[in-house]
């Protein structure tokens, strides 16, 4: 078959790895080049986790891991780093418990021993985690699907999916995927935010964390960066975004980062630099894995899907060509 991609962020690069593996004639369409910062994948480092409260999402991410590892084996690269992951606030023990996923409870003193990390209550942790290198990740998929046939075409920015030549076109343009669907009559709800993510100087392993409820939006999380040390921001507290216009770090989530920071990592330096991300966030967070017609749509992100890329690029290619 002949199958377009749009969109080479972390889902459409693993879409298309497994169609080429596959024997499809696969072309991939990225607006702007492979690297770029503009969208949702990029940086060095994402969290990994099988930690989740729902079960679902645990199965979900032991199937990821197992891929990742697969292409671990397929490449030669580490993709993922294990530091750990703690869980402060809602712990997901009941939904480990019954996807047999290992865990320990750790007082705060355990915390601040082993972590060096401030906390006054008990927290979870999980062993299996850490952080997917993200950029080593994405180079690995797009070498996997060259490897295999697949073309890239870079600066191809596609406005029309009716205009696309191909048998399929898999559609994993993140926040310009709402009106590329729009336009072959596909309702895609979204809301597109710009994030802000920002560095701090550490010199010291560090767990990836998570802590519901704490700060402006749904919680914080923290988690190791190969340059700086530590990576931090507030999940979903971003404003609405214009994907094609270039935003800068918002201030305030700039400082209330730094707050929380500052509260649990006591040793990290002041913010050493700081960033954006897209997010395309569906209303219950769950992604939108679906075919209409010759239209296969994957949005895959709600701010949580880059440690799922290899579990979502099969169920794609399944779609693409069941």
């Known amino acids: ?16 790895a497994t169609l080429a593996r596959g024997g499809h004639d696969v072309v991939v369409h990225e607006q702007y080049e492979l690297d770029h910062r503009q969208g949702s994948s990029h940086g060095r480092s994402r969290i990994f ?10 199965r979900l991410a032991k199937e990821a891991h197992e891929g990742w590892r697969a292409l671990e084996e397929e490449t030669g690269e580490r993709l993922i780093e294990y530091t750990g992951l703690l869980e402060l606030g809602e712990t997901s023990e009941d939904a480990l418990d019954a996807c047999d996923v290992p865990w320990e409870a750790l007082e705060p003193e ?13 927290a979870l942790l999980q062993p299996e985690a850490g952080i997917s290198l993200a950029d080593v990740a994405r180079r690995a998929l797009a070498g996997v699907a060259r490897k295999h046939g697949a073309t890239f075409n870079e600066r191809s920015r596609v406005d029309s999916l009716a205009a696309v030549d191909a048998d399929v076109v898999v559609v994993t343009a993140g926040g310009w995927a709402k009106p590329l669907l729009a336009a072959e009559g596909i309702e895609l709800d979204v809301a597109v935010t710009r994030e ?40 979903i507290a971003g ?14 989530l700039v400082e209330a980062t730094a707050d929380w920071v500052r509260e649990r990592f006591p040793e990290a330096g002041p913010p050493a630099a ?15 894995l679906e075919r209409h017609g ?29």
Not at 111 to 121: P, Q, S, Y
């Open 110 to 122: 355990a915390v601040a021993l082993r972590f060096g990390i401030r906390t006054d209550e008990r």
């Open 294 to 322: 010759r239209v296969v749509v994957g949005s895959a992100c709600s701010g949580h899907g880059f440690k799922f890329a290899p579990a979502v690029g099969t169920r794609l290619a399944a779609l693409a060509t069941g």
């Open 239 to 252: 404003s609405a975004a214009d994907p094609d216009e270039v935003g800068e770090p918002d201030p305030g």
């Open 49 to 58: 986790r099988l930690s989740y409260p729902e079960q679902q999402w645990v």
């Open 196 to 235: 802000t993510v920002v560095y701090f100087e550490l010199d010291r392993p560090v767990p990836s964390m998570i802590e519901y409820g704490r700060g402006p939006g749904e919680g914080m999380y923290a988690l190791r960066d190969p340059a700086h040390g530590l990576k931090a921001g507030v999940h």
């Open 274 to 288: 700081s960033e954006t991300c897209l997010y395309t966030t569906t209303p219950d967070h769950s992604f939108v």
């Open 1 to 16: 078959m002949q199958i377009a991609v749009v969109g080479a962020g972390i889902n459409g690069l693993a879409a298309a």
